[in-house]
């Protein structure tokens, strides 16, 4: 008998597991998809950046399944001739104080066993990027881009192809087990699988309710905005330019990435968002839910000073280039013009804290990714992996 899995998701992540459970299990998979297209959420909105490990604290999932993550990624986008460019990567501390941070950075990138890593001076960091300014920087040279959402349209061809189906259009509204399965209403329809994997980004939470899994995390949405460099000025950037990290967080801060194509972004800013798919500030569509986890208020009492910053950067572009102009200084308002932005879904828990790791939880015969945020695009074929090993065997 064939075991029968269904993934909920067809973001980059919930299509590599259906890849990875048909073909290391021989599974039949059904990814079941609201939109009307795959990777529509943050699969398809985002930096594009093939991160490299840098960040994560060695022994972690994100720092394990990042570097394996790469290293699938890159082999998978050459096997089937999708674009990868190893661009590489500049952190830069733009003062003094930054310098410790950066140190400490470095180090953790070669625990890590992220490769090529230089730390470089004021003006060797000109050499690889002539238009950034900075005291000291850490180079990444291996750091790449890619076109997350053409891999995730590759991964749903596979699927097809292993005799698996991706059913677009399908929300799942409920869902039970009964008889030894998992039943699933997804649109119209009804399906019965022996196992169930939810992937489901921004909807993760309302899927849980479904699974009857409540658990001490919620997502909470953060909108990460963009702007877009303009003609010449995208020649300002050759490769990745980002920030000292703010430790207390799992944002990046805002940086200039080149994109594949030749375009140049920069952001994303964290503003917390008042509707799942706040993809504008007029969304309040789940600002109940959002405001009533406890987790979300005294996230929002600890941090207050930076999400008052991060709206000011929202609202005020002149905020945005001043970010931006620390690493570049050559950017003028004119070089800049608004491009579609992402909603990041971040877990936080009920104290407050935001969520660091990837937490993947089980739950009788369904699999719950709760917290998939950035690296997981990068990480996708190692979560597969990782997942793949984590739903439980059917036992005949
Ligand atoms: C602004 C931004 C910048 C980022 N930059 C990077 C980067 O440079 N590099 C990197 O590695 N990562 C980056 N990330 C993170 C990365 O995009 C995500 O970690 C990754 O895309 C998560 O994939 P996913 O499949 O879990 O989620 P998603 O792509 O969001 O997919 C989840 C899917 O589930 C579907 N769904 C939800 N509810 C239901 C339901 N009830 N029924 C059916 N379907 C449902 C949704 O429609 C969606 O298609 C960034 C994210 C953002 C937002």
Redesign the pocket.
Known sequence: MTEKIGV????????AVARELATARGAEVTV????GR??????????????AGIYYPPGSLKARLCREGVALLKEYCAAHALPYEEVGKLVVASNRAERPRLAALAERARANGVPGVAELDALALREIEPHAVGVAAVHSPHTAICD?PAV?RRLALDVAELGGSVRLG????AMRERAGKVEVV?GRRRFAFDRLVV??????D??ARMAGAGGDVRIVP?R?E?YALRGAARDLVRGLIYPVPDPRYPFLGVHL?RRIGGGVLV??NAVLATAYEGYRWSNFRNVRQILGWPGTLRMARAHWRTGVKEVYGSLAKSAFLMDARRYVPELTAADLERAP?????QAVARDGGLVDDFVVDVRGKVVL?RN?????????LAIARHIAGIVPALVR
Do not use: D
């Not at 909920?8 to 299509?15: D, H, P, S, Y």
């Not at 932005?341 to 879904?345: Q, S």
């Not at 998939?372 to 996708?380: D, E, G, L």
């Open positions: 909920v998701g067809a973001g980059i992540v919930g299509l079941l998809e609201k939109e795959v990777g529509a959420h943050q699969t398809g909105h985002n930096s594009g950046v093939v991160h997350f995730a399908h929300p799942v509204r997804a992937c489901a980004g921004l909807g993760t309302a899927v953060f990460g963009y990435t952001g994303p932005g992402g909603v990041r879904a990714v998939a945020p950035s690296p997981a695009a990068t990480s996708s």
